[in-house]
C-alpha cells in the first residue's frame, strides 16, 4: 500500500495477478474522449444545437464514409497513419461493421498476412466469401469469409465442435498463449467435437489450421467495435463541424508543435481560416469562432505558460481590451509578463 493512500498495489505480473484469483482489468487512458467532450461542447454553442450528442448519431451517415473512404482522417481517432489511410481508401467501407474491421486489420499482423488483400477484394466483389460449412455463414458473413476477431474463433468451435462457451474461451486463450502442448490438445477436441457433428475431417482440419494461425494476429471484436464507435464520432464532427473539432484537438496538442502544424495544414486542405493569435481575441485554447474559423490559441505560442494568460485573459474580461503593449505591462500582474 502506499504510503497515505488506501490503494493497493501488487508486484505481480498480469498473469500471476489471474492465477491468484484476482480479476484484472485493464483500463486505457483517452486522450480523444477529452477531445470529443470539448468538440461537443462548441457544437452546442449554436442555438439549433444545445441538446446535441454524440449517442444520438445514426451510424449510417453517407458524409462520414465519404470522409473515411477519401483517406480524409487526419484527427480521425485511430485513423491517422499513412497505413491506415491507405486501407480505407482501398476498402471503401459503407457500414459500421467495416469501421469496426478496419480498427482490427490496421496493425502488422493482418497487413502482413495477406488476409487484408482478400478482405478488400471479396468487400468489393472480385473475390467470393468462403464459409466452409453452411452454419457458420452468419458468424463470418459480416468479414466475407475471413476470420477476424478472437470472438468468430470462439463461435466456430461452439458451432462446429459442440464446445461450451467457457471451453470456446479456453480456446481463445490457448491460441494467444501459443504453447505446442496446449494447442495439441485442443487440436484433438476440435477434431473429435466436429466429427460428431457430421463435419468432414479435411474441412475442420483446415478450419483450426487457419484458426491456429489466427492467433498470430487475431483481434477482440468488442474491442474493435468500441474504438470504431469513437473513430466514427470524430469524424462525424470532422465532416459535419470541422473548426469545432480541429478547434478541441488542437487544444489537446498544443505542446506538440509539430502535430499543430500537421492539424495547421489539415484546417486550410480542408476549407478553415485559422485567424493568428490575438491578444484581445485568443483565450487560452483554440476556439471556433464561426463555422470555418478557428482563432489560434495563445498557448500554443511557444514559451507561453497557462498562468501568465490566464492573468491576461481575466484581466482583459474585467476591464476590456488592451489599448497596446504599455497598458498590458501596466495592467497584468509582472510576475507573469
Not at 134 to 161: F, H, N, R
Not at 217 to 234: C, M, P, V, W
Amino acid at each position: 500500500r502506499a504510503e497515505g493512500s488506501e490503494s493497493m498495489v501488487s508486484q505481480f505480473d498480469k498473469d500471476d495477478v489471474e492465477a491468484i484469483g484476482l480479476v484484472k482489468f485493464d483500463f486505457l487512458g483517452l486522450r480523444t474522449l477529452t477531445i470529443l467532450a470539448e468538440a461537443v461542447r462548441f457544437v452546442q454553442r449554436h442555438e439549433d444545437r444545445k441538446d446535441f450528442r454524440l449517442e444520438d448519431l445514426a451510424l449510417d451517415d453517407p458524409a462520414v464514409y465519404r470522409l473515411f473512404a477519401d483517406g480524409n482522417t487526419t484527427a480521425v481517432f485511430q485513423s491517422e497513419s499513412r497505413s491506415a489511410k491507405d486501407l480505407e481508401k482501398k476498402l471503401k467501407g459503407d457500414c459500421f461493421e467495416d469501421i469496426i474491421a478496419l480498427m482490427a486489420l490496421n496493425r502488422p499482423g493482418p497487413l502482413g498476412s495477406g488476409m487484408v488483400d482478400d478482405f478488400i477484394a471479396r468487400k468489393q466483389g472480385k473475390q467470393k466469401p468462403e464459409y466452409f460449412h453452411p452454419d457458420l455463414e452468419p458468424v463470418l458473413k459480416s468479414t466475407y469469409g475471413i476470420i477476424v476477431y478472437q470472438e468468430q474463433v470462439m463461435l466456430v468451435a461452439q458451432i462446429l465442435a459442440g464446445y461450451s462457451l467457457g471451453a470456446a474461451d479456453m480456446l481463445r486463450r490457448a491460441m494467444g498463449k501459443k504453447k505446442p502442448e496446449e494447442m495439441a490438445v485442443q487440436r484433438s477436441i476440435f477434431l473429435e467435437g466436429a466429427a460428431k457433428r457430421g463435419v468432414d475431417t479435411k474441412i475442420a482440419e483446415r478450419l483450426f489450421d487457419l484458426m491456429e494461425k489466427f492467433a498470430e494476429y487475431g483481434f477482440n471484436k468488442s474491442h474493435s467495435a468500441a474504438y470504431a464507435l469513437i473513430a466514427y464520432h470524430t469524424a462525424w464532427l470532422k465532416a459535419y463541424y470541422p473548426a469545432e473539432f480541429m478547434a478541441a484537438t488542437m487544444s489537446s496538442e498544443m505542446s506538440d508543435t509539430d502535430k499543430v502544424r500537421v492539424f495547421y495544414e489539415d484546417c486550410r486542405a480542408n476549407g478553415l481560416t485559422m485567424l493568428p493569435p490575438d491578444i484581445n481575441s485568443s483565450g487560452y485554447r483554440f476556439d471556433p469562432v464561426s463555422r470555418t474559423e478557428i482563432r489560434y490559441g495563445l498557448g500554443a505560442i511557444k514559451g507561453s505558460g497557462e498562468a501568465a494568460i490566464g492573468a491576461i485573459v481575466a484581466e482583459r474580461a474585467a476591464n476590456g481590451p488592451y489599448k497596446g503593449l504599455f497598458d498590458l505591462a501596466r495592467r497584468v500582474d509582472k510576475r507573469y509578463l
